[in-house]
């Protein structure tokens, strides 16, 4: 099967590299110079079972490609792009693997194909051009953005479990994405602010901030009709934080690396969709605060 994986970073590359090696044809859109070191040299992909070098397919130009299935992997404020770009190829569905909310919404606006979303919880690191390693095997759980089925729900299984991954299509997609909103408002935002591993959320004041963060989602998430209780999102926050107690979160990354963070799409959309809950007092001082000195330190960098 021809598969675009559209963001190669951390999780795109490994996603598109145990694809490849699954037996797909992929190619991955990136920048360079990871883009130019896949084309040269192939890329190599470090799982717990071993390392393997495979060679995909590498553009760093997105737009008039043909596959069959897009996956995009982008963060979420180049999601616009990601959808123009998308919209100019041919493909029998496009696939959001990113975090954060609204990412979906953004490629329906703007692509003909279906539009499917997923979650993901391997865990990736790109130390480097040209190689990437699997931190931690997870699962992939896709499903239609809005719910229900759709009509690529085939070609997804297909695609993913065909390729070697540990991966579901369900019908339940909005709570799923909620509960994963929860788990980044918890996880990632706290981690980026004081500078720790996932593992510190286990206890102490940090314990108490991912508490707090999950609640306000699954707050929110009731005041749009998601049944997802208090208990529910705490527990995934939890699960996953000792999960991956050792890994650094894609946002404490950013913020290492001084890039731009994806807090709009994450506590910011929270914020945004307590504001839209009708006839419910829905407080999130939590995220609100999380949101706001997140802004404030990218507008301090110019990174807003």
């Not at 951390?10 to 996603?15: I, K």
């Not at 997804?156 to 509960?179: I, K, S, Y």
């Not at 408002?185 to 980026?192: L, R």
């Not at 529910?232 to 890994?247: K, L, P, Q, R, Y």
Request: with cysteine; proline share 3%.
């Amino acid at each position: 099967m021809r598969i675009v994986v559209y963001g190669a970073g951390s999780l795109g590359s490994l996603l598109g590299g145990l694809l490849q090696r699954g037996g797909h044809d992929v190619t991955l859109v990136g920048r360079d110079p990871h883009v130019a070191t896949v084309r040269s040299e192939g890329l190599r992909v470090e799982t717990p079972g071993g390392v393997e070098t495979v060679h995909p397919d590498a553009t760093t130009d997105g737009a008039d490609l043909d596959a069959d299935l897009a996956l995009v992997t982008v963060k979420a404020f180049d999601t616009e792009t990601a959808a123009r770009d998308l919209a100019t190829g041919s493909f029998d569905a496009v696939c959001s693997l990113q975090n954060g909310m609204g990412n979906e919404a953004t490629l329906a606006a703007r692509v003909d194909y279906p539009v499917y979303a997923g979650t993901v919880t391997y865990g990736a690191i790109l130390h480097e051009p040209g190689r990437v390693e699997c931190t931690g095997v997870g699962e992939v759980v896709v499903g239609v953005h809005d719910g229900g089925t759709g009509p690529a729900d085939y070609l997804l299984e297909r695609a993913l479990v065909d390729g070697g991954l540990v991966a579901a299509v369900v019908d339940d997609m909005p709570r799923r994405l909620w509960e994963k909103l929860a788990v980044n408002a918890g996880i990632n935002t706290v981690t980026a602010l004081t500078r720790s591993e996932n593992g510190a959320l286990l206890d102490g004041v940090a314990n108490g901030l991912a508490r707090d963060a999950a609640r306000e989602t699954a707050r929110v998430a009731r005041g749009h009709d998601v049944s997802l209780s208090n208990r529910e999102a705490v527990e995934s926050v939890e699960d996953v934080a000792e999960a991956t107690a050792a890994n650094t979160s894609s946002m404490l990354q950013d913020i290492q690396s001084g890039r731009r963070t994806e807090v709009d799409a994450i506590t910011g959309y929270v914020v945004d969709r307590a504001g839209e809950v009708r006839d419910a007092d829905v407080d999130v001082p939590v995220c609100e605060t999380a949101t706001r000195l997140l802004r404030a330190w990218e507008a301090a960098r110019g990174l807003r």
